[in-house]
Structures are given as structure tokens and as C-alpha cells.
């Protein structure tokens, strides 16, 4: 009896003992593009604020048949993924499915914005643009299939005059933001539902008026986005992207 206790108590200790194993979280890195130029490093220091997913669309306009897109703004509504980083936590996602996510989304769920009924004056009668009055749908998190809800985090807009704005945690962190780099999204990357090809990433920077701390503001893993084009007709554009946006300060 005395022995049988003695080796039990022996075994729970070494249940209890590390076991060398346990890798620390892991630090999220930008993604990067392979055997292309990339997106400039954020500054030594910077501190990672969110990983958003961005799921919306981007509009363009097209003065006359034949003319080049000119793109005119973005909507889209913001989920924080942070914790679904690899190698973050429990809720992590493999590799695989994180590089995906944002096909996911574009591919298995109807782009959250609230859209206009008619399609006059569209490139394509089959992309209405969203509301100009109602665009965002309520927040709340984001469900796709096999995963557990996604938080709602904010939204991205453009404002009045044009610069892109993103307002998260309930207005605590907005950014107005101004471009500071560009890169083409790799050959393989997600063209989207419609095939048109996958927007650009971009490295931007926090301009006066910004609050809540966010100075950089990446845009990558993008799918989808890019317009349908002019060579049918004039008019108004938009085309639904999901992408990846990463906040630093």
C-alpha cells in the first residue's frame, strides 16, 4: 500500500514539473510578400494596437467609357482578430487558416453593409453601391461557419474630403490617415468573387486630428477589390474585399 501511494505521489509531481515544451506566444509579424518589394517595417518600438479583419467594398468611379477606374473611397466594417493570431492563444488559428481568413469571409458570407436598391447609374447593375445614409449594418460580431463570433471592432470610412478614416473600440482609437507606401498584392492572391483582382497593400500614417494613439495603419492579405472597370460604361463602382489591417503606435 505505502509503495502503490509512493508512486502515485511520484507521478503527480512530475505531472507538475515543466516539461520544456511550452513555447511562448508568438509575436505577430507582418505578413511579407515573397520575391517582391514589401511594405516598409513599422519603427523600432511600435507596439501592436489590433489586427482587424476589414470586410466591405471599395468604390471607384468611371468618368466615360474606356476611362481608367479612379478609386473614390472604401466602407467596410472591422472585426478584431488579434487573438486569432497563430501561436497566440487557444482561440489561435492554424497558419493556413489564418492566411485564408479573409477569402473566407469574401467567399462564405454577404458583404455587412447596408446597399442602395437601385442600380442606376452603376458600372455593374450587379454591385450596388452601399446607402448613403445607412451604410454600416448593426455592430456586432462577425459568424462564419466553424468558428466561433468574431468581434465587432469598428469601421472604416472616408471622410467629406476624401482621407481614410478608421474609428475603433467605440471612438476611443480614430485615425485619419494619409498613404506612406504601396506595394501590388502577390500574383496569387485572392481575386475576389468577381474575379476583378486584389487591391494593393498599403502602409499608412496618422495625420493631425488623429486620436487614441494609432500612428501606422497596414493593409495586407488583401482579396478582391479592385474595380470591374470602364470598358462597358460610365458611372459608379464598387466591388466587395476583405483585408487584413494592422494598427501600431
Known amino acids: 500500500m505505502f509503495k502503490s501511494l509512493l508512486l502515485l505521489a511520484s507521478a503527480m509531481m512530475a505531472l507538475g514539473r515543466p516539461t520544456g515544451n511550452c513555447e511562448p506566444e508568438k509575436v505577430p509579424t507582418l505578413p511579407k510578400i515573397d520575391g517582391a518589394p514589401n511594405l516598409p517595417d513599422p519603427p523600432a518600438g511600435s507596439k501592436l494596437l489590433h489586427i482587424a479583419l476589414g470586410f466591405g467594398i471599395q468604390n471607384y468611379t468611371c468618368a466615360s467609357v474606356g476611362a481608367s477606374?479612379?478609386?473614390?473611397?472604401?466602407?467596410?466594417?472591422?472585426?478584431?482578430?488579434?487573438?486569432?493570431?497563430?501561436?497566440?492563444?487557444h482561440e489561435s488559428l492554424v497558419q493556413r487558416a489564418w492566411d485564408h481568413l479573409?477569402?473566407?469571409?469574401?467567399?462564405?458570407?454577404?458583404?455587412?453593409?447596408?446597399f442602395n436598391k437601385t442600380s442606376e447609374g452603376?458600372?455593374?447593375?450587379?454591385?450596388?453601391?452601399?446607402?448613403?445614409?445607412?451604410?454600416?449594418?448593426?455592430?456586432?460580431?462577425?459568424c462564419l461557419y466553424g468558428m466561433t463570433p468574431i468581434p465587432f471592432l469598428g469601421?472604416?470610412?472616408?471622410?467629406?474630403?476624401?482621407?481614410?478614416?478608421?474609428?475603433?473600440?467605440?471612438?476611443?482609437?480614430?485615425?485619419?490617415?494619409?498613404?506612406?507606401?504601396?506595394?501590388?498584392a502577390p500574383k496569387n492572391a485572392d481575386k475576389g468573387p468577381d474575379g476583378t483582382?486584389?487591391?494593393?497593400?498599403?502602409?499608412?500614417g496618422a495625420k493631425d486630428g488623429s486620436t487614441g494613439g494609432a500612428k501606422f495603419v497596414y493593409r495586407v492579405a488583401t482579396a478582391g477589390g479592385n474595380s470591374h472597370g470602364?470598358?462597358?460604361?460610365?458611372?459608379?463602382?464598387?466591388?466587395?474585399?476583405?483585408?487584413?489591417?494592422?494598427?501600431?503606435?
Open 155 to 184: 469601421h472604416h470610412l472616408f471622410t467629406s474630403s476624401g482621407v481614410p478614416n478608421f474609428v475603433l473600440d467605440g471612438g476611443k482609437i480614430n485615425v485619419l490617415a494619409g498613404k506612406l507606401g504601396a506595394v501590388d
Open 122 to 142: 452603376r458600372v455593374d447593375p450587379r454591385a450596388p453601391g452601399a446607402s448613403l445614409t445607412n451604410p454600416f449594418t448593426p455592430d456586432a460580431p462577425l
Open 102 to 114: 479573409p477569402s473566407r469571409a469574401l467567399a462564405t458570407h454577404e458583404v455587412p453593409l447596408n
Open 197 to 204: 483582382g486584389a487591391i494593393q497593400w498599403l502602409q499608412l
Open 230 to 249: 470602364c470598358a462597358k460604361a460610365a458611372g459608379q463602382d464598387s466591388t466587395s474585399y476583405a483585408a487584413y489591417y494592422w494598427f501600431f503606435g
Open 69 to 89: 477606374p479612379t478609386a473614390n473611397g472604401a466602407l467596410a466594417m472591422l472585426y478584431d482578430v488579434t487573438h486569432l493570431y497563430p501561436g497566440r492563444g
